[in-house]
């Protein structure tokens, strides 16, 4: 099992600019979910997901948009890119929920100029 | 105030060192408590639970306070690969793991 894939691994983008980060999982997890990482900040959460058609917003949203048409893949967009949204982008799934361990995606290093 | 809080470090030992983490949290109606690893530049990776009777795993001690809100991480004989952030993470009654700012340790030679 690959686990959790995250590409790509960095990406530099200018200002205004729109970006979709892929994730995908290959072990049948319901529940999947977008973080990002700041420096002196716990992570994140961004959206997540209960199951395939199935998307809600956590914590900071405001910038990016979820979809989730299969199991397997979680794609995180970014609408018109800002500095402010600078950061490590992680993605994680678990079999069923928040509650559970979580897998994590080896990151995305996004630096928005 | 922060939902999860931990004291960031660095916390700088020498190898064979027993060293203690604390963290606390807000909510009081939270329900599972965890702490995970974290190496530089990595991804987070589940280190263990935290039961309410407290738990081990080999060199490992996890602690729950629930009176108090806090947990604690206890690693005794620490080892260079110990070197790393550790994260403490709440799962709560609104549905959210909130994480803490993660607490870095450096074993020394």
New interface residues.
């Given amino acids: 099992n690959a686990g959790v894939t995250q590409t790509p691994k960095f990406q530099v983008l200018k200002t205004g600019q729109s970006m979709t980060l892929q994730c995908a999982q290959d072990m049948n997890h319901e529940y999947m979910s977008w973080?990002r990482q700041d420096p002196?900040?716990?992570?994140?959460?961004i959206h997540y997901s209960v199951g395939a058609g199935i998307t809600d917003q956590?914590?900071v949203p405001n910038g990016y948009n979820v979809s989730r048409s299969t199991t397997e893949d979680f794609p995180l967009r970014l609408l018109s890119a800002a500095p402010s949204q600078t950061s490590v982008y992680?993605c994680a799934s678990s079999y069923t929920?928040?509650?559970y361990?979580?897998y994590?995606?080896?990151?995305t290093r996004l630096t928005v100029t | 105030r922060k939902e999860v809080e931990q004291d960031p470090g660095p916390f700088n030992v020498p190898e064979g060192a027993t060293v203690a983490f604390n963290c606390t949290y807000s909510n009081s109606a939270s329900q599972s408590f965890f702490w995970y690893r974290q190496d530089c530049r990595k991804e987070p990776k589940l280190l263990m639970s935290v039961y309410s009777s407290g738990n081990e795993d080999g060199r490992f001690t996890a602690q729950l306070n629930r009176a108090s809100q806090y947990i604690s991480l206890l690693i005794r004989d620490s080892k260079l690969s110990d070197s790393a952030t550790y994260l403490c993470v709440v799962y709560s009654n609104t549905g959210k793991l909130i994480f803490g700012q993660g607490t870095t340790l450096q074993v020394k030679p």
């Fill in positions: 973080y002196g900040m716990g992570l994140r959460l956590g914590e992680f929920g928040p509650a361990e979580q994590f995606g080896p990151g």
